[in-house]
């Protein structure tokens, strides 16, 4: 990279768990930064660790921001909406990972493996979907192109880093403060109760808690209802019947989906295998073999296996895992910005 090419480079959430898997895929990936601007709520003094040195991530400066060349905004809604638009209209182009613009029709969102198309030179505000349906968003979209899905019903098993640092640390002293049960052998299985959580709905450790978001008055939480909305933009299939149940399991990383999609016509499970070992940014499992949030965890292409018929010929059953931090948030991110790059839209505007 020459001085030329480099990029100014802003990250607001740089300390948080998205913010540092995005600084190490920006050294992993080699994307051309020539300053890196990281910034943290500045609640208290931070600091990251970028290409071997230490930088300090004070709380969000907007002059800092508006010099530079690309922002990634990794931090909350509430920033998001702060920013997002000031920083476009400055002509910085944003990527943001919140749900801050997710249903705006004038912000592209976007996955690049499925529709970079729907990039706009002059739209300079970019989401990125939510991490529960992109794994799904791209292991069907080839399907969905090339033969139609008319119908998707999915369970989802969402890791508790999905909730943020803060979930993440209580799922940890949870565990450690009943790590003595059982001890001394035999009797019952233990019975934990319910449980309480400050940040999660129910204690997780050992559990499974089928709410992730509130629940509206169709009794969906937020986060099915916006599996459904965000696929339909992405796929670019208004008339798609999404049906979901989101539930938080205690894993670290990586968000799996059990998922039925109801074809346009009938497709065998050999067929269907032939279309999805071609499909870009998705690994297909040899059958018999299948992908755990322990395997995929920590790897940049969405994993999927256990293809098989459905209920009917159209129908098909499938188990999909994504890293929720990586493609289902930085990685997709630093994506979009290669991409930018690649269509030579995203270029130094600053020499400092
Ligand atoms: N976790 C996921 O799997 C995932 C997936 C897709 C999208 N997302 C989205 O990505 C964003 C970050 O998620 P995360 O899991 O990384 O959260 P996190 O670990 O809780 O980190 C939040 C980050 O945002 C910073 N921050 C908080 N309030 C801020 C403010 N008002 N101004 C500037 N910075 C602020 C925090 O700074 P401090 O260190 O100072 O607190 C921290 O760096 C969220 O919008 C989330 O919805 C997350």
């Not at 098993?157 to 001394?184: D, I, N, T």
């Not at 798609?240 to 990586?254: E, F, H, N």
């Not at 050999?270 to 395997?295: E, M, Q």
């Amino acid at each position: 990279m020459s001085r030329a090419d480099g990029l100014a480079v802003g990250v607001v959430g740089a300390t948080g768990m998205v913010g540092r898997e995005l600084l190490a895929l920006l050294e992993r990936r080699r994307f051309p930064v020539r300053a890196l601007r990281p910034f943290s709520s500045g609640r208290a003094p931070a600091a990251v660790r970028f290409r071997g040195r230490a930088l300090a991530a004070p709380g969000v400066s907007l002059r800092a921001l508006a010099s530079c060349d690309v922002v990634f905004l990794v931090s909350s809604e509430e920033a998001a909406l702060a920013l997002g638009p000031r920083l476009a209209a400055l002509g910085v182009w944003t990527i943001d990972d919140s749900a801050a613009f997710r249903s705006d029709k004038n912000t592209p969102l976007i996955i690049p493996e499925v529709n970079a198309a729907a990039l706009r030179a002059d739209r300079r505000l970019i989401a990125g979907p939510n991490c529960t349906l992109t794994g799904l968003a791209v292991a069907g979209a080839r399907l969905h192109r090339l033969v139609g899905v008319r119908e998707v019903r999915l369970a989802s098993y969402q890791s508790v880093s999905g909730a943020g640092r803060a979930a993440l640390g209580e799922l940890f002293s949870q565990h450690a403060a009943l790590s003595g049960f059982g001890r001394g052998g035999g009797g019952r299985a233990p019975m934990l109760g319910a449980g309480v959580s400050s940040i999660l709905p129910r204690a997780i450790a050992y559990n499974a808690i089928p709410q992730v978001g509130r629940f509206g008055a169709d009794g969906y939480s937020s986060e099915e209802t916006k599996v459904a909305a965000e696929l339909r933009r992405i796929w670019s299939a208004p008339g798609l019947k999404v049906s979901a149940t989101a539930v938080r399991v205690p894993t670290i990383r990586g968000h799996a989906l059990a998922a039925w999609l109801t074809m346009n016509r009938p497709l065998s499970p050999a067929r269907a295998r032939a279309l999805l070992s071609k499909t870009p940014g998705l690994v297909l499992s040899r059958d018999g073999d299948y992908p755990t949030p322990r395997s995929a965890g920590g790897k940049d292409p969405v994993h999927a296996g256990r293809l098989r018929q459905g209920a009917t010929a159209k129908e098909l059953a499938l188990w999909i895992v994504s890293d929720n931090l990586l493609k289902g948030a930085a990685l997709n991110s630093v994506q979009v910005a290669e991409e930018l790059r690649r269509r030579g839209w995203l270029k130094p505007r600053h020499f400092l």
